[in-house]
């Protein structure tokens, strides 16, 4: 499945972003969804996953309270909702895919589980 991640730009901190991926594939057919992000000069880390339909959304500690990441699967979407944005949220942001819903809840935060990605997004987050 193809993704195309978009939304990202230049905010002042304490301000708000909202990141969107299409996919080319029906959304209800794939399992976990995520996004990740990687920081200037940093490794690709966990940012927020969600299952197919239902379930409770899973957050990395540095972003609960301030991100809500969403899907439509009627539309083919998943969202992420940036509030409270800091300047270490300064990242390239990528949304992914388990296309063959294979991954389990214990699995999902590992970003080599996943099989698809979207091309990335720049977040700035200016002090």
């Known amino acids: 499945v193809q993704l195309q991640a978009s939304g990202g730009g230049l905010v002042q901190a304490g301000g708000s972003l909202r990141l969107s991926c299409a996919a080319s594939?029906?959304?209800?057919?794939?399992?976990?969804m995520a996004w990740f992000r990687q920081p200037p000069g940093k490794d690709r880390e966990f940012v927020a996953h969600?299952?197919?339909?239902?379930?409770?959304?899973n957050y990395a500690d540095s972003v609960k309270g301030r991100f809500t990441i969403s899907r439509d699967n009627g539309k083919n979407m998943m969202f992420l909702q940036m509030n409270s944005l800091k300047p270490e949220d300064t990242a390239v942001y990528y949304c992914s895919a388990d296309s063959r819903s294979r991954l389990i809840l214990s699995s999902a935060r590992d970003a080599g589980m996943y099989d698809s990605w979207g091309q990335g997004t720049q977040v700035t987050v200016s002090s």
């Open positions: 594939k029906r959304t209800f057919s794939l399992g976990y």
């Open positions: 969600i299952r197919k339909s239902g379930g409770i959304p």
